[in-house]
């Protein structure tokens, strides 16, 4: 391979001592002229390695032969109408569609007409109560900066101005006085896309104002926190903010907002542990909470003395990972069983009415609904069962299908397993294996081995339209529940943070030698594949067992581990990851295992397509572009070591249709052709 000529400067930083050379620190310059040569030239080998791979061009038709087909969410009620999401198979952002009782369904946003190219995707949405009103944010090219437009439901017409510079934010409507919504101070200094977003704020937006108008609720005082959040509670009694300054831990506190000018109460002062108010009767509020319970449970307190020595059990704590919503004046309770998921219903007094009857083992979504409904609506899916979606008659309990997915996929041809293995410290680590029935253990199928292991993060069973590609094939499709998940609560999350990372990534090690020693496959047959904390994963274990894989996918990973807190939101990572200042332990464990600095000179590595996004402002695509950079310099060895960057696309949400399909068949052209296969 000729890789482009990527030039070295002479800069270097100290830790506790030590000096760490960082060449390629231009790079993270994303405005910079030469960043931009280097970025296209990059692609341009990239695509000219691409173009030469002679089946290409049939996994792409296939893949859109097999994305074609019409897609739909499930329904929500907001005022008279009915709402719900819409694909007619290949376009490039789902339609909002609406429907007053049975008449015709018409069209209420369509974000192919957001922009010329499909980029701008539409990022949320929030109805008034009475559904009169909705407020919407958009991102453009895969931003985490959005826009937020307000209209009036009736006619379609906008309302006052559009806001601009909002992120990471839900909104959340008072009445139809205005709304509640969080952003950060835009960056003054270097980059929009990569400088630091540190303290985040909570603004209310009167309608019919300015944005310089909204008033500032709660932030931006001398306790600084990266993540805040406000909602008001569906009876629009009480203003609910959660405040954290990391991924894991948050505060809480409420407002009575039926009462003007009453105080923001605080209920939790403290960041260690995950609470958030899920509703409430009158005064009494029900907190969703692992306060003393890494699994999670449901109490009540009365909201004017709330702290948690007041709270009682209304739902307690089991062996299972508990997740709650609320519908038609019921709480669902879905649990985790070994990462599948098991619902229940119980009444607000935490009486158990029902076990909720699932369409098998897989992953159930969307129990959630208005304390006025009836009915809600869930979506079932699996690694072989395309996502279907159930009408649930609250009184009963039954389940009616309601949409079935239209995808070309025979369920009863394939077979999908959990099997548990062993990793390198004994632990017990489940793993879902899937593939076509009666394929021969021979050690020559291929397989992709998928992970993710952090941030609390649950990989559950999840039907994917790209993953026929390799099943059809004969290939392997496999998914441990590595530590530092979510599936097993927060002792699980704990045991792969920190100075116990390197435990996420010998379970992920430890299942491709699983794979491998019972014949699914070999190491000349095995792929791995991970996205953002799973980029971090993929590209961490190649750098320390490079022999054990044939190809490797990090896709926008967090790969400079010692400079990570220093772009945009990274920061908040620290209670997951630890940083190189903290101490010098934890440098010197984030130097071993930082992918970046990993490499070595002269070592056969996979052969490696690293995927990133130049508008990725969440995961700065520096990371990728200085771990392609040493890679393609280390690499010894005829496999590739290839980056492939999207323009005009950000970490992944609200990617057009066709970017995301010209981005499978990169992929899976690339893991059959290194592994010198077909495709048939």
């Given at each position: ?19 760490i050379k960082d060449p390629y620190r231009w790079l993270e310059d994303d405005r910079s002229a030469e960043t931009k040569a280097w970025v296209e030239a990059e692609n341009k080998v990239t695509q000219g390695y691409l173009s030469t791979i002679p089946f290409k061009g049939a996994i792409k038709k296939r893949l859109e032969t097999l994305w074609n087909y019409e897609k739909f969410t499930a329904p929500f009620k ?120 540190q303290y985040h704020k909570l603004y209310f937006h009167s309608i019919g104002t300015s944005q310089k108008e909204d008033k500032l609720i709660f932030g931006g005082d001398q306790t600084p926190r990266r993540y805040i959040g406000g909602g008001v509670t569906e009876d629009q009694r009480f203003l609910v903010i959660t405040a954290a300054v990391s991924t894991t831990g948050n505060e809480l506190y409420v407002q ?425």
């Amino acid at each position: 391979m000729n890789y482009p000529a990527t030039s070295k400067t002479d800069v270097s930083d100290t830790y506790f001592g030590t000096t760490i050379k960082d060449p390629y620190r231009w790079l993270e310059d994303d405005r910079s002229a030469e960043t931009k040569a280097w970025v296209e030239a990059e692609n341009k080998v990239t695509q000219g390695y691409l173009s030469t791979i002679p089946f290409k061009g049939a996994i792409k038709k296939r893949l859109e032969t097999l994305w074609n087909y019409e897609k739909f969410t499930a329904p929500f009620k907001e005022g008279d109408y009915t709402y719900f999401y819409k694909n007619d198979g290949l376009q490039n952002q789902y339609v909002l569609y609406r429907q007053k009782d049975k008449s015709k369904p018409e069209v209420f946003l369509d974000p192919n007409t957001f922009s010329k190219d499909a980029t701008t995707s539409l990022a949320g949405i929030e109805f008034t109560k009475d559904g009169s009103m909705v407020a919407y944010q958009i991102s453009e090219g895969g931003s985490d900066w959005r826009k937020v437009i307000i209209l009036n439901t009736s006619d379609k017409s906008v309302v006052g101005d559009t806001l601009i510079d909002v992120k990471f934010s839900g909104l959340s409507w008072k009445g139809n006085e205005g709304f509640y919504y969080s952003s950060y101070d835009k960056p003054k200094e270097g980059s929009q896309l990569s400088g630091l977003t540190q303290y985040h704020k909570l603004y209310f937006h009167s309608i019919g104002t300015s944005q310089k108008e909204d008033k500032l609720i709660f932030g931006g005082d001398q306790t600084p926190r990266r993540y805040i959040g406000g909602g008001v509670t569906e009876d629009q009694r009480f203003l609910v903010i959660t405040a954290a300054v990391s991924t894991t831990g948050n505060e809480l506190y409420v407002q009575d907002l039926s009462k003007p000018g009453s105080p923001i109460i605080n209920v939790v002062n403290n960041y260690k542990g995950d609470h958030s108010v899920i509703d409430n009767q009158g005064d009494k509020l029900y907190i969703f909470t692992n306060h003393n319970a890494p699994n999670y449970r449901v109490v009540t307190v009365d909201s004017s003395n709330p702290a948690p020595e007041n709270w009682k059990d209304l739902i307690k704590e089991t062996e299972n990972v508990l997740n709650v919503s609320t519908a038609g004046g019921k709480i669902f309770a879905n649990y985790l069983k070994d990462a599948t998921s098991l619902v229940m219903q119980y009444d607000m007094d935490g009486n158990l009415e029902r076990t909720v009857t699932l369409p098998g083992v897989g992953s159930a979504s969307g129990f959630s609904a208005k304390k006025t409904e009836k009915e809600l609506y869930y979506t079932f899916t699996s690694y072989i069962y395309p996502p279907t979606i159930f009408k649930y008659i609250i009184g009963s309990g039954q389940s009616v299908e309601y949409k079935k997915a239209g995808v070309e996929f025979d369920p009863s041809k394939f077979v999908s397993k959990q099997v548990f293995y062993t990793s390198k410290d004994g632990t017990k680590i489940p793993m879902i294996i899937t593939h076509k029935k009666g394929i021969e253990l021979n050690g020559k199928n291929p397989t992709l081995l998928y992970g993710y292991g952090g941030f609390s993060v649950s990989l559950t069973p999840a039907f994917s339209t790209s993953n026929i590609i390799l099943l059809e094939q004969g290939g392997i499709y496999a998914v441990p529940n590595l530590r530092g998940g979510g599936e097993y609560g927060e002792k699980w999350h704990l045991a792969g943070t920190k100075m116990q990372k390197q435990n996420v990534f010998d379970d992920f090690i430890a299942a491709a030698e699983y794979l491998i020693s019972n014949k699914y496959t070999s190491k000349e047959y095995l792929a791995i594949s991970g996205g953002s904390n799973g980029g971090l994963l993929v590209a961490a274990v190649m750098s320390q067992r490079p022999e054990l894989f044939k190809v490797a996918f990090p896709a926008v990973g967090v790969l400079d581990m010692l400079r990570y807190n220093k772009f945009t939101a990274g920061a908040g990572w620290a209670y997951d990851y630890g940083t190189a200042e903290d101490s010098k332990e934890m440098f010197d464990y984030l130097l071993k295992y930082s992918p970046y600095h990993a490499l070595k000179p002269g070592v056969s590595y996979p052969a490696t397509l690293i995927t990133t996004a130049d508008h990725d402002d969440r995961v700065v695509p520096a990371h990728s572009f200085k771990f392609a950079a040493r890679l393609q310099e280390y690499h010894k060895g005829a496999s590739p070591a290839l980056i492939r960057i999207e323009t005009n696309a950000g970490h992944g949400a609200g990617k057009p249709t066709g970017k995301i399909i010209e981005e499978q068949a990169d992929k899976w052209a690339f893991m059959l052709y290194n592994m010198g296969l077909n495709f048939r």
